[in-house]
Nanobody, 123 residues
Framework: QVQLVESGGGLVQAGESLRLSCAAS????????MGWFRQAPGEEREFVAA????????YYADSVKGRFTVSRDNAKNTVYLQMNSLVVEDTAVYFC????????????????WGQGTQVTVSS
């Protein structure tokens, strides 16, 4: 089993930044790909960003490309999501995910999930 705990969410104004963190424990994590998804009220969960085991490969949704940066520190079993130039449409619960397959673009259910952290962007 893997446990994921997200932190760093909050309420910000449009144009501001937030940094989310996800700490992994249990049967982790340095051997797994990690990613971020989000779910807005009334919407389906959607992919945001992913990073490979070594950190050498990253992948972003078009909606966040150029604004968000995913990174990881395998020594700390932690993955980060730096979110800049936030817009109202980024408002959602953000979930951390870890999985063994690089399937972030095609599968929104696979792997282990954190409990989520709320990000609210006001205009």
């Amino acid at each position: 089993q893997v446990q994921l705990v997200e932190s760093g969410g909050g309420l910000v104004q449009a144009g501001e930044s937030l940094r989310l963190s996800c700490a992994a424990s249990g049967r982790t994590s340095s051997s797994s790909h990690m990613g971020w998804f989000r779910q807005a009220p009334g919407e389906e969960r959607e992919f945001v960003a992913a990073i490979s085991r070594s950190g050498g490969n990253t992948y972003y949704a078009d909606s966040v490309k150029g604004r968000f940066t995913v990174s990881r520190d395998n020594a700390k079993n932690t993955v980060y999501l730096q979110m800049n130039s936030l817009v109202v449409e980024d408002t959602a619960v953000y979930f951390c995910n870890t999985r063994s397959r690089w399937s972030f673009g095609s599968d929104t259910n696979e792997g282990y999930w954190g409990q989520g952290t709320q990000v609210t962007v006001s205009s």
